[in-house]
């Protein structure tokens, strides 16, 4: 049987990133997530890994790049500005059909913005963050448990559809501490034909790149990606329903939002309002199929984020703007409070009553 | 304050950074663990950890735990004058206000709560000691909210303590007896509070 401990989320996703395999990791401090590089320090020379605080978020994301060529996994994590910064980099593993896991420990912006807890950039993450036509897999822990399974999760999709995992967490979910058992689970093992471990003079070189200067050529590898993006859409999109059974409120949320949201949920059934919520633990792929079958029965959607309505985009999307969709956020650090959510489910509840 | 059986204890602990704030969290956050029960940690982690105000939350329940933050803690461990001033407001009707009567010099306004005040850095200091005053509040803490065992107290000093700080825990045990002791021996001066309400998941 496996310990449960208290630990860090920061510390866990860590953890759980050597116990699945990971061996290199490449970073650069910022807060709210120096403690996933701080643990790795000590910890990778222990399992004979290799943790390199490089010069800068964008060399980092490079050296995952060249890792990730020669077949290994590997890891950088950063905060918002820091993830901006990589942003050539998340293009170039996308062009190169490489993967990657990508940590995103959310803090306020825009610019340098602050440093407390923030879910505003969820449009940079599940639109891809760089430039050309690509997708990460985004997974959105909710749970310092989840800052763990997810991480290995992540690894697995990554090697399977060769592209970029990125795990969108935020400052609280990083910080905070709570219970969690450390799987050591069994890699999905992915044969990588295509890394650069020499040829040994066996075999035809392998070329790893992201130019193709034929039109042609090019169109075809991003249609190809594209039908890759497919299957991850069809197979890999995953969420928790909580108290949806009989819902006519619907609240979306993920991360430390789905936390809040799920005492208001639980608050407002204390008081006999049906209200439920669609916690995405995959933002994308987006669970869209999940809400449009939500909408037949549910009033009434609420987009709980700290963000600006990023997310809400994504809900009006998912039931074609069928239901009335209400914003509930705070942004800048701001954590919304069960109150002011259970107030939202509340008037909601009160236009589905007329 | 009586021990909680069954549901959920919201406890905010909030002083200078130095004074052992967030460890103290952590050690009520394991303790927590050891009686069984879900627990979240969650410091405050702003630029003001360097010398200004540190504070941190600690939730146990016997539920899953939605929301890590206490907007409205059961209890209050206040180790500063600030602390005491910015969240005493906020600790709900028939909780616990426990501080350091050696730093603070002011009493809580609150008549709706049960007050501790323990002069805990002198304590700490008599008993050669610096630096442990977190330890004698934790065993106000202990007596009033959480009653641990020795063996159990022992376990989750053990797992909150560095290796490389092993040697201290005699001493921390030490210290949170002097608490305990203190408040036994204040028993009657404290301030008597109403019925403790029920709190809502």
């Known amino acids: 049987m ?10 866990a996703l860590a953890e759980a990133a050597i116990l699945a395999g990971c061996r290199h990791y490449f970073g650069y401090p910022i807060t709210p997530q120096t403690e996933i590089g701080a643990y790795l320090s000590k910890r990778m020379p222990e399992v004979g890994g290799v943790f390199l605080q490089a010069e800068s978020e964008i060399a980092a994301i490079h050296m995952v790049y060249g890792a990730s060529c020669a077949g290994k996994r590997a890891m950088t994590s950063s905060s918002s500005p820091g993830i901006s910064l990589k942003s050539e980099g998340l293009s170039y593993l996308a062009g190169s059909d490489l993967p990657a896991l990508v940590v995103n420990v959310q803090r306020a912006g825009p610019g340098l913005g602050g440093i407390q807890p923030s879910q505003s950039d969820y449009m940079q993450a599940t639109r891809g963050g760089g430039h050309g036509d690509f997708r990460n897999i985004v997974l959105a822990p909710a749970s310092v448990q989840e800052m763990a399974s997810l991480t290995q999760r992540g690894f697995d999709l990554a090697d399977e559809y060769r592209m970029t995992a990125m795990i969108l967490s935020d400052g609280t979910i990083g910080q905070m501490m709570e219970q969690v058992t450390l799987e050591t689970p069994v890699p999905k093992l992915v044969e990588k034909p295509w890394a650069l471990t020499g040829t040994g003079g066996k075999r035809e070189k392998n070329i790893v790149t992201s130019l193709y200067l034929s039109p042609k050529e090019l169109e075809e590898k991003n249609l190809t990606r594209f039908a890759r993006y497919k299957l991850v859409e069809e197979r890999e999109t995953d969420y928790e329903a909580f108290c949806m059974e009989d819902a006519e409120i619907c609240l979306i949320a993920y991360g430390i939002s789905a936390r809040v949201s799920r005492n208001a949920v639980s608050a407002a059934r204390a008081k006999g309002i049906r209200a439920g919520m669609i916690r995405p633990i995959t933002l994308w792929p987006f669970p869209s199929a999940a809400l449009k079958q939500a909408a037949k029965t549910v009033k009434h959607f609420l987009s709980v984020e700290m963000s600006m309505g990023q997310m809400m985009t994504d809900i009006e999307l998912a039931v074609r703007c069928t239901r009335p969709v209400t914003l509930v956020s705070h942004v800048g650090g701001v954590i919304p409070t069960p109150e002011e959510v ?13 | 304050m009586k021990e909680q059986k ?4 919201q406890v905010l602990i909030a002083g200078f950074g130095g004074q052992g704030v967030l460890f103290l969290g952590k050690l009520i956050a394991h303790a927590g663990v050891l009686l069984g029960k879900n627990v979240t940690w969650l410091p405050s982690y702003g630029p003001e950890m360097r010398g200004g105000t540190a504070n941190c939350a600690v939730i146990l329940s016997d539920e899953p735990i939605g929301s890590p ?4 803690p059961d209890v209050l461990i206040a180790m500063n004058l600030p602390s005491l001033t910015a969240y ?14 050696s730093l603070v010099h002011e009493s809580p306004a609150r008549e709706d709560v049960t007050v501790r005040a323990l002069p805990a850095t002198r304590l700490a200091t008599e008993a050669g000691m610096d630096g442990l005053s977190n330890m004698i509040l934790l065993g106000a803490f202990l007596s009033d909210c959480l009653h641990l065992t020795q063996e159990q107290l022992r376990q989750a000093l053990e797992h909150t303590v560095p290796a490389h700080k092993a040697h201290l825990i005699e001493a921390n045990l030490h210290a949170i007896a002097i608490g305990k002791h203190e408040l036994a021996l204040a028993g009657q001066n404290a301030t008597v509070r109403t019925e403790r309400p029920r709190r809502a998941g």
Do not use: F, H
């Open chain 2, 69 to 72: 933050i206490v907007s409205e």
């Open chain 2, 6 to 9: 069954n549901t959920t204890q």
């Open chain 1, 2 to 11: 496996q310990e449960t401990i208290l630990m860090k989320g920061n510390e």
């Open chain 1, 342 to 354: 259970l107030l939202a489910i509340e008037r909601a509840a009160e236009e589905a009553a007329v």
């Open chain 2, 88 to 101: 005493q407001p906020r600790v709900c009707a028939g909780g616990e206000i426990i501080y350091d009567a």
